[in-house]
């Protein structure tokens, strides 16, 4: 593809449902990143796979958030329970390797009722 | 862990004037990236800075990576409206993880 592209791009739930926010990155990109990033603020590292490897999860909030990638291209961000304080713009990236610049996707605006 | 400070929070220029955003370290940097993310958009990369002094150049845009690597700064010319959003800078935690600023907000007075 083109980009990093996610999906929905606007997701609207009420507070005690689960949500699966997916993420495509570009292709034979390696490394894939979930942020989360309040308004006016940088993005927060989430979570970061290494092909279908989830390398680093010291980022996700509590046990309700979890990811996989188990293909080592599209990855999924779940969050179990949903609470009205996960609203957030959530963002994902990738990159060739961990070293170099990260693409970001146009994020996906989680709303929790 | 690893933090960064940015400032200011905001900036107000006219058009055609300067703009600089500083980024600061207690501790010595690996390498330091720098985001332009447009309202309502998504970060975009702009470059990567990793040797102790670096200037770099990109039109009107002049990025510099301090002698002792704990401080950047990104400096504008002549502002244009294109140049509105926020800039972040981005250091390193780890192999893959990236540490963000908080950004500086630059806004175009009318």
């Known amino acids: 593809g083109a980009g990093v592209s996610q999906s929905p791009r606007y997701k609207v739930t009420k507070r005690g449902q689960d949500v699966a926010l997916r993420c495509d990155p570009i292709?034979?990109?390696?490394?894939l990143y979930w942020y989360r990033q309040a308004l006016g603020q940088g993005p927060e590292f989430l979570t970061y796979f290494n092909y279908e490897a989830q390398q680093d999860k010291s980022g996700l909030p509590n046990d309700r958030f979890s990811a996989e990638r188990p293909e080592g291209s599209i990855s999924t961000l779940t969050i179990q329970r949903t609470e009205q304080r996960d609203s957030a713009m959530y963002r994902c990236?990738?990159?060739?390797?961990?070293?170099?610049?990260?693409?970001f996707g146009p994020g996906t605006r989680l709303t929790v009722l | 862990g690893q933090q960064v400070m940015q400032i200011p929070q905001y900036q107000h220029v006219q058009e055609g004037e300067d703009f600089t955003t500083y980024c600061n370290s207690s501790?010595?940097?690996?390498?330091i990236q720098w985001y332009k993310q447009r309202p309502g958009g998504h970060p975009v990369f702009l470059i990567q800075l990793v040797k102790s002094g670096e200037v770099k150049k990109q039109k009107r845009l002049t990025f510099q990576f301090g002698e002792a690597k704990k401080n950047s700064s990104l400096h504008i010319t002549a502002t244009q409206t294109t140049d509105v959003g926020t800039y972040f800078c981005?250091?390193?935690?780890?192999?893959?993880?990236?540490?963000w600023g908080a950004g500086t907000k630059l806004i175009i007075k009318p």
């Open positions: 501790t010595t940097l690996s390498n």
């Open positions: 292709s034979g990109h390696v490394s």
């Open positions: 981005a250091v390193r935690e780890s192999n893959y993880q990236l540490i």
């Open positions: 990236a990738s990159s060739w390797g961990g070293l170099d610049e990260q693409f």
